[in-house]
Each structure stands twice: as structure tokens, then as C-alpha cells.
């Protein structure tokens, strides 16, 4: 497994303890000069974003059994410590935030135990013939067009939620005049929660992925109609693009597997009818 895709499978396993850090800031006690959450600066949300980023760097040397272990574990001490916490300074519902919180802490222990490396690594059997058809059609001569290598590039739709999500911080934090502030904050959240799980889970669950980007897409164009940038019309366009090309790429390659089953048919049953006659 190479070190992008120990990064993915990183940012996956360390997403629990990202949000316990979050649920800390959200409900640990602050000092009596600090403003409220919400006046906070926005700097402190990207902080908790560049803690996440970083504890997924560090899992790459993990391999991936030890690296969700660890996740989980970490998780684990994490949500018991806030539980405690919050007991111990006597603050108002300890008691039931202590029983939530012990009872989500069980429950990833829970997965840190009954993992095994055939849940991890272990890839399905439909999952394996699909890669060989790709990988037989893709192993043929025939040269195909610019575009069509272009959009097979596998780290192509991380480049799209990258552009996207660069723009939308742009346009909410930069600019962060007239529309384009509340239209940048939501391109940020349509990035994070469909477009970044949808280019993600495209090789494990394809329909799934394909799923998101439409809702992505579908986003992006709502944003372009209510605040008339032409930056959400790309997006929307590039989001629709990629369930378009995996379907006509999923559609060649059934296609192409069809014509070598029937000619494999052919080929077998001539013997047959030669003998016979």
C-alpha cells in the first residue's frame, strides 16, 4: 500500500478522535476573558482541520491494522478523558454527557477489538474481477484521446475537491463581501461531506460515489443560481462529470467483457458442430 493511500485510509481512522477534539472545544470549560464559541476567530476552526491533517500524516507509518487500532484506541481514552473531565468539574448533565460519552468510548474499543486484517485488506471477489476487466482494457494498444487519459488519472477527482474547497476558502474568507462570503462557506461544506467522501470511496463503492457527486453537483448548482457566481457553474459541471465517466467507463468495459464471453462461446461450441458433422 503506498503513502497516498495510507493518507485516505488515515484521515478515515483518525475522524473519531478529530471530532472528540471538537466535541472538547465545544463542550470543555474556557476561561471567563474568552468570547463565545461562535465570536471565536475562524482560525481556531482550521486549527482543529490542521490537527486532523497532522494526525493522519503521522498514521502513514502505521500499517493499517495498527493505524485503525490506534484510531480507536485513542478515540477511546479521548471520550473517557472528556467524560471525566466534565464529572469531576461538576458540570451541569455530567452524569448523563459521562453515560454518553462511556458508552460511545465502549463502543470503539469495541471495533479496536473484533478488527482483523480480512475486514481491513481483504478486497471482494467482484471488487478483484472488475480491477482485471479495467486492467485488460486498459492493457490494450489502442491509444485513447488526451481527455479520456486525462480523466483517468486516479488522484484527478482529489484535485477537483482541492480546487474546490481552495476556491470556496477564497471566496468566504478572502473576499467574504456581499454573496460570496455565505456562498464560500457552504462550497467548504459541500467539498468536506460529499465531494471529498465521493472521490474517496469510488473504488470501494462506486454507485455510492456516484451518488455524492450528483448531490454535489446538484449543490454547486444551487449555489451558482442564488448567488450568480460563475465559479459554482464549473464546479457543478466538473461534479456531474464524474459519475458520467465512471458510468460510460463501467458501460465499455461490460461492454467489451460481453463481445470476449461471446466469442470465447463461439470458439468453443465450432469444435462441437464440426465433429458432428
Known amino acids: 500500500m503506498n503513502r497516498p493511500t495510507r493518507f485516505y485510509l488515515a484521515l478515515h481512522a483518525t475522524l473519531a478522535a478529530a471530532l472528540v477534539g471538537a466535541m472538547a472545544l465545544h463542550l470543555g470549560p474556557i476561561p471567563a476573558h474568552w468570547p463565545a ?62 453515560a454518553g460519552l462511556a458508552a460511545c468510548a465502549l463502543a470503539c474499543a469495541g471495533l479496536a477489538a473484533v478488527m482483523a486484517p480480512a475486514r481491513i485488506q481483504a478486497p471482494r471477489a467482484a471488487g478483484k474481477a472488475v480491477r482485471a476487466v479495467a486492467g485488460a482494457v486498459t492493457a490494450t494498444p489502442m491509444r485513447a484521446p488526451w481527455w479520456q487519459r486525462m480523466a483517468g488519472w486516479p488522484h484527478w477527482p482529489f484535485v477537483l475537491v482541492a480546487a474546490v474547497a481552495l476556491e470556496s476558502f477564497r471566496l468566504g474568507h478572502i473576499v467574504a463581501a456581499g454573496a460570496a462570503r455565505p456562498s464560500g462557506m457552504a462550497g467548504l461544506l459541500i467539498a468536506f461531506f460529499l465531494a471529498l467522501p465521493a472521490a474517496t470511496l469510488r473504488h470501494w463503492w462506486p454507485r455510492w460515489a456516484a451518488a455524492l457527486w450528483l ?49 470465447g462461446d463461439a470458439s468453443r461450441s465450432s469444435p462441437g458442430t464440426e465433429s458432428a458433422a
Do not use: E
Not at 502505521?62 to 469531576?88: I, K, Q
Not at 448531490?215 to 457566481?229: I, R, W
Not at 459554482?232 to 463481445?259: D, E, I, N, S, Y
Open 215 to 263: 448531490l454535489a453537483g446538484t449543490a454547486f448548482a444551487g449555489l451558482a443560481f442564488k448567488s450568480g457566481l460563475p465559479q459554482w457553474a464549473v464546479a457543478t459541471a466538473l461534479c456531474l462529470w464524474q459519475p458520467l465517466w465512471t458510468v460510460g467507463k463501467t458501460m465499455a468495459v461490460r461492454t467489451r467483457l460481453g463481445a470476449a464471453r461471446h466469442l
Open 37 to 98: 464559541l461562535a465570536q471565536r476567530p475562524v482560525w481556531t476552526v482550521w486549527v482543529l482541520i490542521g490537527l486532523w491533517l497532522a494526525l493522519s500524516a503521522a498514521g502513514v507509518a502505521l500499517r493499517p491494522l495498527g493505524l485503525w487500532r490506534v484510531a480507536m484506541g485513542v478515540a477511546t481514552a479521548a471520550l473517557l478523558a472528556l467524560g471525566l473531565g466534565g464529572w469531576a468539574l461538576g458540570t451541569s448533565l455530567a452524569g448523563s454527557l459521562l
